[in-house]
C-alpha cells in the first residue's frame, strides 16, 4: 500500500497510519520542539487544528492564519518551522495556491506539509510543486467505500526514514485489515474519482440554479471565486467530489431536508461510494469557536455534499425532492 500511494503521489517513499490523525499527530510530534512556529489555516479540519492549538501547551508558537494564499505567505518568517495547509479546505472548498507558498516556504527553509485528502493525486500531486510532506485521511477518497480508517504520509526517502521511528514509537501505524481493505480500494481509485467529479460539477451547476439554494461552493464552477487557480493546480480531470451550499432557511430546515433524503444519507465523512451529507456546524467545524466558524461562513445554512458512485439522476431527484420539502 505504501508503495502504491509513493506511486500516486509521485515520492519518494511513504508510510501508513491507523488514521488521518494519526498520521497528523505524528508529524506535529516528530517536527516540532519547544519555541518553533507552527503556521495553521484557520480554516482546517477542526481537529487538525483542536490538536495544533494544543502545542501551545508544550510550548510551540502556534500561528493560526485567515485561509488565503496571502495571509498564510504573510505569516510565514525564518522562525516558521512548519505550515500545515489543506489543498481545498473545508468545508468552504477555497483552494490554495500551493505553488507560491511552497516557494515562500523554500525561501525561508519552513517545512510545507500539505493535505491532500479532498483533491487526491488525481487531480493534484503537490510535492511536484515543492511541497515537502503530503499526507492523505486515507478514511475518504483513496480507501473510497466509507468502511475503514487509515492515514499516509509521502514525502522523501530521508524524511519518511526519520517518520518510521517515530511512527514506532507512537504506535500509530495501521493495522494489517485495514491494508488490505484501502489496497482494494485503490485498485478502483481513478474511476471513482472520474466519477465522483463528474458527477459533483452536474450536481453543482443543477443546484446553482434552485430557487432554494442561495449560493454553491464548487471550485469547479466558473463563478467560483477559486475557479482560476483550481484551473492551474488541477489537471484538467476534474474539480473534486464535494460540493458544498447554501439552504434558504437554517438548523430547522437542514434538519427536514435530511429527513427527507433516501439515497444521500446524512453522516458526517466524504469520499466513499454513497453519497453523504454533512452539517459541519455539528460535525468537523463542531470544535472550532462560533465566532470564528461565523467568520468563515461555516453557518447554520451551510451543507457539505459528498457526492458518490450513484446515477447523477437518482440524486439530483433525491435532493429536489428533499429541498421540496423545506
Ligand atoms: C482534510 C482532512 N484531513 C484529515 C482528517 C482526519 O482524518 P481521520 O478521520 O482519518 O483521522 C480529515 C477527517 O475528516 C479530513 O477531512
Redesign the pocket.
Known amino acids: 500500500m505504501e508503495n502504491v500511494i509513493t506511486e500516486l503521489e509521485e515520492g519518494g517513499d511513504s508510510l501508513c497510519f491507523s488514521?488521518?490523525?494519526?498520521a497528523?499527530s505524528t508529524i506535529y510530534f516528530s517536527t516540532l520542539r519547544k519555541y518553533d512556529q507552527i503556521v495553521l489555516s484557520a480554516e482546517s479540519?477542526g481537529?487538525?487544528l483542536q490538536l495544533g492549538e494544543k502545542l501551545r501547551e508544550f510550548g510551540i508558537d502556534v500561528q493560526v492564519s485567515w485561509p488565503e494564499t496571502e495571509n498564510i505567505i504573510e505569516s510565514i518568517n525564518r522562525k516558521t518551522k512548519l505550515v500545515l495547509i489543506?489543498v481545498v479546505t473545508?468545508p468552504t472548498l477555497r483552494v490554495f495556491n500551493i505553488r507560491e507558498i511552497a516557494e515562500v516556504c523554500r525561501e525561508n527553509k519552513t517545512i510545507l506539509v500539505v493535505?491532500n485528502?479532498?483533491a487526491t493525486p488525481y487531480l493534484y500531486k503537490p510535492l511536484k510543486d515543492g511541497v515537502d510532506i503530503v499526507l492523505h485521511?486515507?478514511?475518504?477518497y483513496l480507501s473510497g467505500h466509507n468502511d475503514v480508517?487509515?492515514?499516509s504520509i509521502t514525502s522523501s526517502k530521508e524524511k519518511i526514514l526519520e517518520l518510521w521511528d517515530w511512527r514506532r514509537m507512537l504506535g500509530t501505524i495501521i493495522p494489517p485489515f485495514e491494508a488490505f481493505l484501502i489496497i482494494r480500494g485503490l485498485k478502483t481509485f481513478e474511476l471513482r474519482m472520474e466519477k465522483h467529479c463528474k458527477n459533483a460539477l452536474i450536481i453543482a451547476e443543477h443546484l446553482q440554479e434552485h430557487p432554494k439554494i442561495t449560493e454553491v461552493l464548487y471550485p469547479g464552477l466558473t463563478s467560483n471565486k477559486y475557479h482560476d487557480i483550481a484551473k492551474k493546480l488541477f489537471n484538467n480531470k476534474g474539480f473534486g467530489g464535494v460540493v458544498s451550499f447554501r439552504i434558504k432557511g437554517g438548523e430547522e430546515e437542514v434538519v427536514r431536508l435530511m429527513k427527507n433524503l433516501k439515497i444521500i444519507k446524512p453522516a458526517p465523512?466524504?469520499g466513499g461510494a454513497e453519497s453523504i451529507l454533512t452539517y459541519p456546524v455539528i460535525s468537523?467545524a463542531m470544535t472550532m469557536p462560533k465566532d470564528l466558524r461565523d467568520k468563515l461562513g461555516i453557518k447554520e445554512d451551510l451543507l457539505r455534499l459528498s457526492v458518490g458512485l450513484e446515477d447523477v439522476e437518482d440524486l439530483i431527484e433525491d435532493i429536489d425532492k428533499a429541498l421540496a420539502s423545506i
Open positions: 488514521s488521518g490523525m494519526a497528523i479540519y481537529t487538525t489543506e473545508n493535505d485528502t479532498f485521511s486515507l478514511t475518504k480508517l487509515g492515514g465523512s466524504l468537523a
